[in-house]
């Protein structure tokens, strides 16, 4: 079997797999291997995605390939069945178990299923700062000659011990492991090892999985075996189970733990902490009852005055009014004017719908600065290891919503970027919820661009008027949450979720992230930005918006009571909602909007169609169908609350 | 429980079985109010035997009313503490929802050392699943003095404490065990609002109400 790994496949180099609980380093040491940025937080469920980097050493070129993390080799999730069919499908050329050291158990419990999987190994203790501060050594040596493996030790943060860890990719070995299960199950196991095929990893390890039960595998099966031999297996398993009261796949862990647990009582010494307390009661306190809530505030607020004032208002104004307003602008006009003697054409660059001073003005002038204070912002939150205790904070709310506390992480990135955020999704484990979740966030979750034109707007009128409008989104998702709850199929999600420590955010890795972050985010605005001024150029020129706007005006004027030009903003919003709320702003700032208007077109624009983009990704995730069902939902329903809006604030005769 | 009386009236069905039936009843009505012997008969659908129960001492009837005499209400008490436990241990422990018939069955059958060893595992709970009071037995009076609790949900016992899992009942097993969280773990738990949040080693994992009230340990 052995041989079968070397052997290169033609045309790709040899494969090196990253493999690791959750939280535990993974990316930061793919990062360091390769070179390559993967996305670095302070949360377990990162990676959702496999990342593939090169790797050169001594001449060699190897694919490193950094994998979600996982608890157990029998999934218990989708990202754990990522990984593990990797492993069923690969044949890497070593396998690196990326651990967190002051996880011992955890990670030999891994470390056991990946030998008996049979597959060549390098051990790598990670995050040795934070066991030593915890009181914890490793005697690694003895580790070493337990398992039979290479055990190596760094702190991927601070980038001790990579170039060892690179030496002994070199060096992979099969570890030892001697698990005993009960002799039935190991009778079982032979039986069914019997049956089955040749594979990348031992027939033994698959037997375990079929033994526990793993649905996962059935793909696998279904190509490699015949439907009556997998009916034969699926009998093995029944009748092994009739015979044990506890579950199998229960009984087979415990072994393993056990056997975990034995390894570390003879390599893992436990002295008196040294790190300092600060941390961890800051870590208690953010998820306390009590304090838990002013926290949460005081972050809210933090993240409102660098996004709301400080990027979406100091920032905006530098760059919309001073450098676009005042210099680019007025050079790109002369420039445009001196080169193009074409009016169609300058027009088209500089006019009232032009590419540069409208498309460009917006994205670099508007967007850019928003979003990149939001990333910023979200970076440090995600670093620090204060979004897992935000879920636990908004569990109860998230409840209503056929969800759990687990939802706050996508939640919280869609106000960052919804599309990101929908990807992101992954995280939660129920199809059910992943649904309910990129449900709200195509509706009402808006993001940092958005949200940074919107707060820009809002602010002016009055504080009630934001509260108005923060209150009506709120309303929103928890009633459309409520209602898709009830609606869409499915058990409710158990919540639980690893609470990371929290930690001193990393600069460059909070800097490297926001670069990746605002680079995806403008890659995919700025073209949607400049069709869509296209399109309202073309629509201008001939003529056309005026019958549209004439068309839509029952919904826009009398409906929702809006100004005809306001269509122009919902036609800009079926590409980007920014856009469309940018659009709105140059309508408020032109004076054609009443604060009432002002809010009631807001809050219409917020539960617009999802972005262009966003909807390629529910497509991409969820299916055309789904997709479009959800396009179908949200149209009508933005323009209805908006209208419901309009009337009951006008019949509250509500001032602002 | 009213249904069940009728179906243990069958013809020669034994008459220890239908008395304890009859004391059963005849105290769960007394924790409503009155014992009135035309209810208890029509209820049992037995005259004689109602009459026989006099004659054995186990019950006084006054006034068209029914009391218990010292013997009798011993025996009443124990009979419906057996029967309450059984509601707790199929209702807690074994996650049951149609547990009525069985903890019918289940009263007439055990030892009062089995009886002893349940509410003891339970942590001598003081109420049925429906909300009725267990009767006291003799180890929960020897409990309240000096032992605590054998094992208790995790949902239960106070913030901070170290605990050892005795035993994980429910869907989450298999995820909590990837995490290392077996019988013979221990584990800390931390707080329990706004979510519960639970360390074990190096780990903090937060959880709900139900996956903790599947989690039973025993305070080390």
Request: hydrophobic letters at 45%; charged letters at 20%; a positive charge.
């Amino acid at each position: 079997m052995h041989e079968h790994r070397t052997k290169k496949i033609k045309g790709q180099y040899e494969r090196v797999i990253l493999i690791g609980n959750p939280n535990v380093g993974k990316s930061a040491i793919f990062g360091l291997l390769t070179g390559k940025y993967a996305t670095v937080s302070n949360y377990p469920g990162t990676t959702v995605e496999v990342s593939y980097g090169n790797m050169s050493l001594d001449g060699k070129r190897f694919l490193i390939v950094d994998t979600p993390g996982v608890n157990n080799l029998i999934p218990m999730s989708e990202d754990e069945r990522v990984t593990r069919d990797i492993l069923l499908t690969e044949k890497p050329v070593a396998i690196v178990q990326v651990s967190d050291a002051k996880n011992l158990k955890r990670t030999l419990m891994l470390t056991l299923q990946l030998g008996e999987m049979g597959v060549p190994l390098i051990l790598n203790l990670n995050m040795k700062d934070e066991a030593r501060d915890r009181g914890l050594t490793i005697d690694t040596k003895k580790l070493e000659e337990i398992l039979g493996i290479r055990t190596i030790t760094t702190i991927a943060t601070q980038r001790k011990g990579i170039n060892n860890l690179k030496e002994a990719i070199h060096g992979p070995r099969i570890p030892i492991t001697k698990i005993g299960y009960d002799p039935l199950i190991e009778s079982q196991i032979e039986v069914i090892t019997a049956l089955l095929p040749e594979a990348n990893i031992s027939r033994r390890s698959i037997a375990l999985m079929i033994l526990s039960g793993d649905e996962s595998l059935k793909d696998w099966l279904n190509t490699n075996m015949s439907a009556e031999e997998i009916k034969n297996l699926e009998e093995i398993k029944d009748s092994t189970q009739a015979r044990f009261s506890t579950p199998v796949s229960y009984l087979i862990n415990e072994a393993r733990i056990k056997a975990a647990e034995g390894i570390g009582k003879r390599v893992l010494k436990r002295s008196h902490p040294k790190g300092s307390n600060l941390a961890p009661f800051i870590g208690r306190m953010s998820m306390h009852p009590l304090w838990g809530i002013p926290i949460l505030i005081l972050v809210l607020y933090g993240i409102y005055q660098f996004v709301g004032i400080f990027g979406a208002g100091t920032l905006v104004n530098l760059m919309e009014k001073a450098v676009f307003g005042k210099y680019l602008n007025p050079w790109a006009v002369k420039i445009v004017n001196a080169l193009l003697p074409v009016t169609f054409l300058q027009e088209l660059l500089t006019g009232e719908y032009g590419i540069i001073s409208m498309a460009i003005t917006y994205a670099i002038g508007i967007i850019l600065p928003i979003t990149t204070t939001f990333f910023i912002a979200f970076a440090i939150l995600e670093d620090s290891g204060y979004l897992p205790r935000l879920a636990i904070m908004a569990n109860r709310i998230f409840k209503v919503m056929g969800l759990n506390g687990k939802a706050v992480l996508p939640m919280v990135l869609g106000l960052g970027c919804d599309t990101m955020a929908t990807m992101t999704t992954r995280i939660l484990e129920t199809k059910r919820e992943r649904i309910i979740t990129t449900f709200l966030l195509a509706l009402a979750v808006p993001c940092s661009a958005q949200l940074g034109v919107i707060l820009g707007m809002l602010a002016p009128i009055s504080g009630k008027a934001t509260l108005i409008w923060a209150g009506s989104v709120f309303a929103t998702v928890l009633l459309a949450g409520f209602l898709a709850s009830k609606v869409i199929p499915g058990d409710k999600a158990e919540f639980f979720l690893e609470i990371p420590p929290i930690r001193l955010p990393q600069t460059m890795n909070v800097i490297v992230k926001t670069i990746g972050r605002v680079e995806w985010y403008l890659k995919e605005a700025v073209p949607l930005f400049i069709l869509g001024t296209l399109f309202l150029f073309f629509l201008n020129k001939l003529n056309i918006l005026i019958y549209i706007e004439r068309f839509a005006s029952p919904i826009v004027v009398e409906f929702l009571g809006l100004p005809a030009k306001a269509t122009e903003s919902f036609i800009l919003g079926f590409l980007r909602r920014d856009y469309g709320a940018a659009g709105l702003l140059a309508l408020s700032e032109g004076g054609m909007l009443t604060p009432l208007q002002v809010v009631v077109s807001l809050v219409t624009i917020t539960l617009f169609v999802p972005c262009l983009a966003n909807f390629f990704m529910i497509i991409k995730e969820r299916g055309m169908r789904v997709a479009l069902l959800m396009a179908g939902i949200i149209f009508p329903f933005a323009f209805l609350v908006g209208g419901v809006l309009n009337f009951a604030l006008r019949a509250l005769e509500i001032q602002f | 429980m009213i249904e069940k009386s009728k179906k243990t009236m069958d013809q020669g069905m034994d008459k220890r079985l239908f008395q304890d039936e009859a004391l059963e009843f005849i105290w769960e009505l007394r924790e409503k109010g009155e014992v009135k012997k035309e209810e208890v008969i029509k209820e049992l659908e037995n005259r004689s035997a109602i009459n026989e129960m006099e004659r054995d001492g186990l019950i006084k009837i006054k006034d068209g009313k029914i009391y218990l005499t010292s013997e009798g209400e011993k025996k009443a008490s124990d009979i419906t503490r057996r029967h309450r436990l059984a509601e707790r241990l199929f209702v807690d422990v074994l996650d049951l929802t149609e547990y009525e018939a069985d903890a019918c069955k289940f009263e007439h059958a055990i030892s009062p050392e089995v009886e002893e060893a349940i509410c003891t595992f339970l942590g001598h709970p003081p109420k049925c699943p429906h909300g009725k009071p267990i009767p006291r037995g003799k180890c929960c009076s020897i409990f309240t003095q000096k032992i605590s609790p054998l094992v208790q949900r995790l949902a239960d016992i106070s913030v901070g404490k170290p605990a050892r899992v005795v035993f994980i009942t429910g869907p989450v097993m298999g995820k909590l065990s990837s995490i290392g969280l077996i019988p013979g773990a221990i584990v800390r738990l931390q707080q329990k609002s706004p979510s519960f949040v639970l360390e074990i080693e190096e780990t903090s994992i937060a959880i709900d109400e139900d996956m903790a009230k599947g989690i039973f340990v025993r305070i080390i």
